[in-house]
C-alpha cells in the first residue's frame, strides 16, 4: 500500500449510492473547498481561502475511481452530495490519488425554475 493510501484510509468516511439495487460504498475525506479569489463577498474568509458555503472537496484512493462520476448523488452521513467533477491525480503515470469537486444536493421540489 502506499503511503498516501495509508493516510486516507486512516481518516476516511463511507459514502454510498443505490446503483440497480445494490448499494455501492465511496469511502474518502471530505472537507469545505476554499478559494484563494478575494471576489466571493457572500463568502467567510478562512486563513486557507474563501469559503462559499456550497463547494466541497473529496480526496480518495484510486480504487474508487470508476465508481465516482458527474452527477452521481452521494449520500454522507448528514448529508447527500451531487459530484461536480473528477479527476485523478497523477504522478509518472501512476494515480495517486481521485479528486473531486461536490456540492450540497437539494431534493427537487419541481418548482418553476429548475
Known amino acids: 500500500m502506499k503511503s498516501f493510501d495509508k493516510y486516507i484510509k486512516k481518516y476516511e468516511s463511507s459514502f454510498t449510492y443505490v446503483k440497480n439495487g ?3 460504498t465511496v469511502k474518502g475525506i ?3 473547498l476554499h478559494y484563494s479569489d478575494k471576489s466571493y463577498f ?3 474568509r478562512f486563513p486557507a481561502g474563501v469559503f462559499d458555503g456550497r463547494h466541497y ?3 480518495t484512493t484510486p480504487e474508487y475511481k470508476s465508481r465516482l462520476f458527474n452527477g452521481l448523488v452521494i449520500d454522507g452521513e448528514n448529508t447527500k452530495y451531487r459530484v461536480k467533477s473528477v479527476e485523478s491525480y497523477r504522478v509518472k503515470n501512476n494515480d495517486l490519488y481521485v479528486w473531486a ?3 450540497v444536493h437539494t ?3 419541481g418548482g418553476v425554475y429548475e
Open 101 to 103: 469537486v461536490l456540492t
Open 22 to 24: 445494490n448499494t455501492i
Open 107 to 109: 431534493d427537487s421540489t
Open 42 to 44: 457572500s463568502s467567510k
Open 30 to 32: 471530505i472537507q469545505p
Open 57 to 59: 472537496f473529496l480526496i
